[in-house]
């Protein structure tokens, strides 16, 4: 008696599905608009299945917001993850002046590079939202995040047609190295998409990245850059630490589009 023996399935987990719906589900849509979509600069640093992915969701999804919550859902605790403090001496001096003379930097392909103080950016436009975090780790917090959108401070300062991707710097090493993300410019100008000094209705305490952390809210907790100083427009991801976009996507193979 002869059966064909298949070799176990591989575990499947909660994000594949989500993933393999939403491919599924995107797959009719792809074929009919996939020239409009497809950012052929970008396929060269994501696997097919992620592109596929990120193409998907933007096609399926468009601009579509980040479920919303209330009050009411706020999280008792949220947790810190990754850095909670940043060792760097100037980092420290600034703290202890309550970042009076902290400057946000923009640059790279921009017309205008900027030298943002905290107080300027409070004076920008304030976008106030409550999302939930979802870390990769399998933990989630919902908390209220409050900042100027990252669109208003790309659009001062002037986006190059050059520009493909922001690019967020840090100040604190994790494990030893510097910790950086980025995203493309769909999401950069997401209307979700802000630059965050409050958290909870009170300035952001230093284990959550204080005095600014990115909120890019269709994405998992570790594009959430914390620790923020300096934002760089750039036409490719290459020659930036690894290469593949970010801290975790250099040293874990993390997926550069995180899509939730
Ligand atoms: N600069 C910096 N940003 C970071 C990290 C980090 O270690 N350093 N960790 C990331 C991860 S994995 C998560 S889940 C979130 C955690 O944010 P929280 O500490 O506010 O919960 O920050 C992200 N941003
Ligand atoms: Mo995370």
């Known amino acids: 008696m002869s059966r064909i023996v298949r070799?176990?399935?591989?575990l499947v987990t909660r994000?594949?599905?989500?993933?393999?719906?939403?491919l599924a589900?995107?797959?009719l849509a792809l074929s009919g608009c996939d020239g409009l979509v497809r950012d052929p600069d970008v396929t060269g640093i994501l696997g097919k299945a992620e592109d596929l992915h990120r193409v998907s969701q933007r096609t399926l999804g468009g601009?579509?917001?980040?479920?919303?919550y209330t009050r009411l859902d706020l999280s008792p605790v949220f947790r810190a993850n990754g850095s909670r403090s940043v060792a760097d001496a100037a980092y420290r001096r600034q703290l202890a002046e309550g970042f009076a003379g902290w400057h946000l930097r923009v640059e790279g392909l921009v017309a205008r590079p900027l030298d943002l103080s905290l107080a300027a950016l409070r004076d920008l436009p304030q976008r106030s939202q409550i999302t939930r975090h979802?870390?990769?780790?399998?933990?989630?917090a919902i908390g209220q995040w409050q900042g100027p959108q990252l669109g208003s401070v790309l659009r001062l300062a002037g986006l190059a047609d050059?520009?493909?991707?922001?690019?967020?710097?840090?100040?604190?090493l994790y494990h030893g190295r510097p910790y950086y993300e980025s995203i493309d410019l769909a999401d950069a100008f997401h209307p979700q998409t802000i630059l965050a000094w409050q958290m909870n209705g009170a300035p952001l305490k230093e284990a959550h990245g204080a005095p600014l952390r990115l909120r890019v809210e269709r994405q998992l907790g570790y594009k959430q850059a914390k620790f923020v100083t300096r934002i760089v427009a750039v036409s490719s991801?290459?020659?930036?630490?690894?290469g593949k976009g970010g801290f975790w996507?250099?040293?874990?193979?993390?997926?550069?589009?995180a899509g939730i």
């Open 7 to 10: 070799p176990h399935a591989p």
């Open 15 to 22: 994000r594949a599905l989500i993933r393999g719906g939403a």
């Open 162 to 172: 050059a520009a493909r991707y922001i690019v967020f710097h840090c100040a604190d």
């Open 249 to 257: 996507e250099d040293l874990g193979d993390y997926a550069w589009y």
């Open 63 to 68: 601009g579509a917001l980040a479920r919303e």
């Open 134 to 140: 979802d870390c990769v780790e399998g933990w989630s």
């Open 237 to 242: 991801l290459e020659g930036i630490h690894g």
């Open 25 to 27: 589900a995107g797959g």
